[in-house]
């Protein structure tokens, strides 16, 4: 505003204040763009977190749609010789039923891996592979990275993501190069 008695620097300050506010505004607007761009895969990340909690409760294993050729199974928990073989029959059966080409099983929730569980999955990456399917294991921690690595565990074949967002982002990367 101009002050009564219309000062240049009173002009000059509000200006630069204007500009200040609308530099915050662009800024705040780039920053929504790009959270609204990666809403989906925080979304999805968010609803697999919230149906986790719901597995690890009942003790069951799911197999989900993310798209119409990936899909997540999360587990949580401790998997024991039982577990392992409900985990492999749902797998096979989902990766079948859906033509999934790409199948992410993330262990973030496993809290220990021992032989047997490292074989199951091991067995579980080479049956969906008969199946035509590629496995990504995602979420695996530092201690069963360690342990893994000290069975001799051969992951060969089985594509390897730090957590479930980043096997999903490289599944949405895979898919659009197609």
């Given at each position: ?10 002009l000059i300050e509000e200006n630069r204040s204007l500009h200040q506010r609308v530099a ?136 390897t993501q730090s957590s479930l967002q980043a096997g999903i982002a490289y599944a949405l ?6």
């Open positions: 505003m101009i002050q009564q008695n219309g000062t240049t620097d009173t915050v505004l662009e800024h705040e607007r780039h920053t929504i763009q790009q959270m609204v761009h990666s809403a989906p895969v925080f979304l999805y990340v968010f609803d697999l977190v919230e149906q986790r909690t719901i597995f690890a409760n009942s003790g069951l294993a799911d197999l989900l749609g993310y798209t119409d050729t990936t899909v997540v199974m999360p587990l949580i928990g401790t998997i024991d010789s039982g577990r392992a073989k409900q985990v492999m029959e749902t797998l096979l059966d989902g990766v079948a039923r859906q033509q999934a080409d790409l199948v992410i099983l993330d262990i973030t929730g496993v809290a220990v891996v021992d032989t047997q569980v490292a074989q199951a999955f091991v067995q579980a990456a080479q049956a969906v592979r008969l199946l035509g399917s590629q496995v990504m294991l995602t979420g695996i921690q530092p201690q069963i990275a360690q342990t893994l690595v000290h069975l001799g565990v051969d992951l060969h074949g089985i594509i990367r895979e898919q659009h190069r197609r």
